[in-house]
């Protein structure tokens, strides 16, 4: 079976740069000869097709309807990457039973010979989706920033998902601020609070700098590793693809999109 490495991009709270690192870090990590399909899992605010400006005909909803496959439904993205965009705005694809979570990655199953890496681009909050999809997933990396709520809320994540659901390994990835001393002081105000409460592993991976080329790039409807490949921030994003692709690989059996299938299904199934 072929391995595929599967990332949860997450972070408990809306407007820390989520989709933003999803996107960037996917890109720089093809640019190294990875094969990467990312998976917009904000279920009903979908953005990733936005941020890139694409124009997807189909989603989710029509692989979870039976009408196409999800073969139909990938989009090819800048750099090489490809998309599988959400449904943008459809309440039903918000609210979506565990059983039809399970129905929708049961479709990966189809084409994991495909790709090296899914990445996962989770909605905010820590609700069922988000939890189903980031307890499947064997990376997690938590974004956050310098503001007291993305601390407390990527806490209240990493607690819920470690004291609820037993995972007890995390990465942590510092974005949006002034300069590599702030990240690490970032890192050191999450860990001070879950070593003194919480039985975790965060492990910091670095950190994306405030820069206004993002906004700009962001505002052309283009990535910023593909728009201004020479700044601060893509040069960053590029040093993170590195590290990621240094990870290792998942063993089979459970190192193929398959297990994150079953893995899926089997929250679904607990929960009902």
Known sequence: MHPVQVIAVTGGKGGVGKSNVSVNMSIALAELGRRVVVL??????????????IHAKNNISNVLSGEITLQDVLVNGPGGIRIIPAASGTQAMATLEPVEHAGLIRAFSSISEQLDILVVDTAAGIGDA???????????LIVVTDEPTS??????LIKLLNRDHGLFRFRVL???????????NLFAKMTKVTDRFLD???Q???C?????????????????????????????FKSLA????????????????????????LTAEREE
């Open 151 to 156: 601390i407390t809320d990527a806490y209240a």
């Open 200 to 202: 975790v592993a965060l």
């Open 40 to 53: 917009d899992a904000d279920l009903g605010l979908a953005n990733i097709d936005i941020l890139l400006g």
């Open 208 to 236: 994306i700098p405030f820069d206004d080329s993002v906004k700009r790039a962001v505002q052309r409807q283009r990535a910023v590793v593909e728009a201004y490949p020479r700044s601060k921030a893509a040069l960053a």
């Open 174 to 184: 510092a974005n949006m601020v002034k300069g590599s001393q702030e990240g690490h």
């Open 242 to 265: 590195k590290k990621v692709d240094g990870w290792p690989l998942p063993s089979t059996p459970r190192g193929n999109l398959e297990f994150f299938v079953e893995k899926l299904v």
């Open 204 to 206: 910091y991976v670095g």
């Open 130 to 140: 988000v939890v189903s999809f980031v307890k499947a997933s064997q990376e997690v």
